[in-house]
């Protein structure tokens, strides 16, 4: 069966947001560790809610969290939280919150330890989704079963993103070479 995001963009203008998103993200590798931690921020924020509500509030969340600067994120105080909390711009829900700043400070760990965040999740990869999993629950908060299958597909840890009948099942395979190891 077609991947459903596939189909259900077919139809939508080019500036739609959801359509920029499948033609130029999703699936594609994330080279930087700010943007990859910011790529798991939205999706642990995504949890409960649809994918269109974070979409229309990723630049409020890009800025509410320092341009996803994982240092910084991983120094908030209580302040800070408190002024997440309050921002209408973004989700304001405390365990979410909470969930960004842990995982904000095990990213740093994985930094010293493996040279950056990507350099991490390629030494795991490949793994299998129930893997991966398993993986992500040991080592980060808020990250579930949906939660980290989406960040890897939506970053090419994980084939699936786009059926293969999708126009854009080609260029993520020409991006993700490590899909044709």
Known sequence: MENTYCNFVKSLDEDNIHKQYHDNQYGFPIEEDNELFGRLLLEINQAGLSWDTILKKQENFRNAYDNFDIKTIASYDESQRHRLLQDAGIIRNKLKVNAAIYNANRVLE???????????????????????????????????????????????????????SCEIYKKTLEHNPKWRE
């Open 110 to 164: 994985f930094q010293q330890e493996h040279g950056s965040f990507k350099a991490w999740l390629d030494l795991h990869h490949p793994l299998s989704k129930a893997e991966w999993v398993k993986l992500f629950k040991k080592h980060f908060k808020f990250t579930g079963g949906e939660i980290t299958n989406e960040f890897l597909m939506s970053t090419g840890y994980l084939q699936g993103a786009h059926g293969e």
